[in-house]
């Protein structure tokens, strides 16, 4: 008696078959796209154990693409080549400007996230955005995505990461003086609980001339992953003002 067959699905061979998606397979044809990270989110989708390969693999080699230096510094300080919050997240930092909404201590229109093709994380830049005690730590930081309302109120959002977070000093200090996490904010990339700077005002002058943005106005959170998120109101730039210096990264 011939017995049919139902036809196998790509879940079927994930779970029988591992050979069938051998991590030098998937690596070759995600390589090929240049690490595509739409097409990461949509392999992702497909079944638990693809979801885990994105996770453990595929969105480290997105984060080594797009960002080598920073990527390998980060990497020289963790253990089993695992970052906090995982690579999914670290991903998800370098290709998405979070938007923003008011906080406590800024007040904005609401601002959807959205994707952005290219970012340039600066080490130098980083360090204005932390205050004296913990300029030994090491921060990444983005340079401000310009967004503008229709009355003129520019708002700069930036995003970065700081190396080993659970032991910097940035951590040690809040902890030191107590700093409670927000209770109505997470992270935007891992969605852990998140410590206000400007709460524990730990944001020194150096942030506010780096971002050229209004006085008071400037509020960045960090979370227990060591992703930071942050936003202000920039200062409207008049014809002479209008180019920065530009430190590298
Ligand atoms: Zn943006
Ligand atoms: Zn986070």
Redesign the pocket.
Known sequence: MLVRQRPRLLQDYSENSPSFLNETVLLLVFKSVNWNPFLLCRCACVCKRLAELAKQLLWKEFCLSRAPKMVNDLLSVARNESLD?GWD?LGKLMFFCAGCHSTRHFQSKRISGHFVWKARFSRTSGRSFLVPQCRMDTLYVTDPCEHSDDEDDDVGLFRGVIKAFSISRTRKMLEDMGAQVEKNEV?S????EVWSLTQAQMIPSSAQRRLACCEDSLEYFI?????LHGMCSLVPLSDSEGLSEDEGS
């Open positions: 919050g997240s992270c990339f891992c969605r852990a979370c227990r992953n060591g992703h």
